[in-house]
């Protein structure tokens, strides 16, 4: 009885220091206030936004400065020739939910005591609950050289931009013979199985049309893919089709007139003071990725940069009043959209729960997924917890065999399940479905893989 008497008094002075800050807030009158202020117009910003924008319509305000939403995952099979550009690209003002409003300027920091945003044309913004899903940034610079190369369009391009992805499959198609060289950056990026993606479709494109391409891949982790059920069929595939890999090699420079790309040796993640330089006629670079500064350097990051929040509850570890998703965040887990999906019914259900007075209870499982396409018609279909590293797939069949299903829904399923599920708050993710499909895993029932 004294924990349950001490457990709803805590209760009561969480929500009377909520209630002081947010009289506070309301008292200083300062530029626009939200009930639930979202930073980020990405996949979690816009799924968060829509639930709220549904239950406190005019209360749910967006900070975004951009006029496009990309959706990223498509841009491998745009850099494969697969898909065009377009299908990937929406206007902010068309993707943005009912009830909520578009705040257009960039984040440039936040006082959490005093539940105030500031941004970059110099306004204040308050709010009485904070979600922040502001993404990841592509630091470019970082790779010496590389951005001139990509300008240059010399052989050289990245399918994480917009204005370079085009470029891999013309230099894909453009190559007759010779060296392709596709990179991994040594820093946490957005989906980790797009750097080799590419690569697959690449030598999948060379080989179909007999061209004598050596392609190699040079990555500055350890292995394939961080589940070894997936890296040990990638590894396979790499062998039958002679892909060299070269581990702990990280790219630093590019030379795009003498086309040389510079490697780093790395031991236990640290340069060792030796590099390799090696001709290209083809290079896909992957950049380093990182916390966004404005993010970093605020009080809601933690020593890396990431936004401190409990990787269960999504709530920050030191105000109950801001949660977080996606690649901002400190979750460690691959930073995808199916992650985004899994974690937004949690994060919802929890925010909920702290702005009635309630302790968040949901509990995320680090579910994540990696679409590994294989080859125009070929994809593994990876899912796996990031918290543990094993897999969690939902279909009874072997999912880390290539299947033309898996391509099927990497190609033509996912764009409209992103479009219209998840960014409308219509998508939670596979959970109940894995849960429902479970018994099909039954040896008995001897379900095969689809061709």
């Known amino acids: 009885m004294a924990a349950v008497s001490a457990r709803l008094a805590a209760r009561a ?36 936004a829509s639930s709220f924008g549904k239950s406190i319509p005019g209360q749910v305000g967006v900070i975004e400065p951009r006029s496009t939403h990309w959706y990223q995952p498509l841009w491998t099979l745009v850099g494969g020739g697969a898909k065009p550009l377009s299908e990937s690209r929406r206007s902010m003002a068309s993707v943005m939910p009912d009830g909520a409003k578009w705040v257009k ?18 306004r204040t913004v308050s709010y009485d609950f904070l979600v922040v899903a502001a993404g990841i940034d592509s630091k470019w610079d970082a790779i010496k050289g590389l951005p001139e190369a990509l300008a240059a369009n010399n052989g050289v391009s990245s399918n994480y931009s917009p204005t370079s992805v085009e470029n891999t499959w013309k230099n894909i198609q453009a190559l007759e013979r010779g060296d392709a060289l596709f990179t ?28 004598p391409v050596n392609v190699e891949y040079f990555n500055a982790l350890g292995k394939m893919f961080a589940v070894d059920k997936y890296a040990k069929e990638l590894s396979g595939i790499c062998d039958e089709r002679s892909i060299t890999r070269h581990f702990f090699h990280n790219l630093v420079e590019v030379d795009a007139v003498s086309k040389q790309a510079t490697f780093a040796k790395l031991a236990d993640g640290a340069p060792t003071g030796e590099t390799v330089t090696r001709s290209f006629d083809m290079l896909h670079a992957t950049p380093p990725m990182g916390p966004i500064k404005a993010l970093a350097d605020s009080p ?12 269960e509850t999504l709530q920050h570890t030191r105000y109950p009043n801001v949660f977080s998703l996606g690649d901002c965040s400190s979750i460690p887990t691959s930073k995808t959209a199916a992650a985004v999906a899994g974690q937004n019914g949690v ?66 399923a996912m764009p409209t399940l992103y479009w219209e599920f998840l960014l409308k708050d219509r998508w939670h993710g596979v959970a109940k479905y894995r849960k429902a499909l479970a018994f099909l895993k039954d040896p008995a029932h001897n379900v095969s893989s689809p061709a």
């Open 300 to 311: 809601l990051a933690n020593s890396a940069g990431w936004i401190d929040v409990n990787q």
């Open 184 to 211: 991994f950056p040594s820093t946490p990026i957005k989906c980790a199985g797009a750097p080799q993606k590419i690569m697959y479709l690449a030598s999948e494109h060379f080989a179909k049309h007999g061209r």
């Open 347 to 412: 994060l919802k259900a929890n925010l909920r729960s702290v702005m009635t007075g309630m302790d968040p209870t949901q509990k995320y499982d680090g579910y994540t997924s990696c679409p590994l396409v294989t080859g125009r018609n070929s994809l593994i279909l990876a899912e796996f917890s990031g918290f543990t590293g094993q897999p969690l797939e939902t279909f009874p069949f072997d999912q880390g065999k290539p299947s033309a299903f898996g391509y099927w829904l990497k190609a033509e």
């Open 105 to 122: 300027a960039a984040f440039e920091g936040v006082d959490p005591d005093a539940n105030k945003v500031t941004l970059s044309d110099g």
């Open 13 to 48: 002075a969480t929500a009377t220091a909520g209630a002081a800050r947010m009289a506070h807030t309301a008292a200083a009158g300062a530029g626009e206030h939200y009930r639930v202020l979202v930073v980020g117009g990405g996949a979690g910003g816009l799924a968060v």
